[in-house]
Nanobody, 126 residues
Framework: QVQLAESGGGLVQAGGSLRLSCAAS????????MGWFRQAPGKEREFVAA????????YYTNSVKGRFTISRDNAKNWVFLQMSSLKPEDTAIYYC???????????????????WGQGTQVTVSS
């Protein structure tokens, strides 16, 4: 497994922006797809965005398309989630995750990830 640590969460007004960061260690980071998930109070964890190992492909859930951008820095073992035009419904704990198997795959389901960070809280006020 890989160790993941998120940062960058906080309180922001609707329409604002935040950049989440996730530091990875313990695995050849560049060989694995990465993802961001979120969990709002009383709701199940949901997929937000994924990026392939070579930063070639990305995929987003419909509700964040055009507002969020996932990226990665394989040289420094970081993955990022740039969030813009934030809405109150984006309020959640955000988790980064590393795919269980190396390869070029993009995964939207949590079962394909075996390493998770501790999460970072994002709160969007109206």
């Amino acid at each position: 497994q890989v160790q993941l640590a998120e940062s960058g969460g906080g309180l922001v007004q609707a329409g604002g922006s935040l950049r989440l960061s996730c530091a990875a260690s313990g695995r050849t980071f560049s060989n694995y797809g990465m993802g961001w998930f979120r969990q709002a109070p009383g709701k199940e964890r949901e997929f937000v965005a994924a990026i392939s190992r070579g930063d070639v492909s990305t995929y987003y859930t419909n509700s964040v398309k055009g507002r969020f951008t996932i990226s990665r820095d394989n040289a420094k073992n970081w993955v990022f989630l740039q969030m813009s035009s934030l809405k109150p419904e984006d309020t959640a704990i955000y988790y980064c995750a590393c795919a269980a198997a190396p390869g070029i795959g993009l995964y939207t389901q949590a079962k394909f990830y075996d390493s998770w960070g501790q999460g970072t809280q994002v709160t969007v006020s109206s």
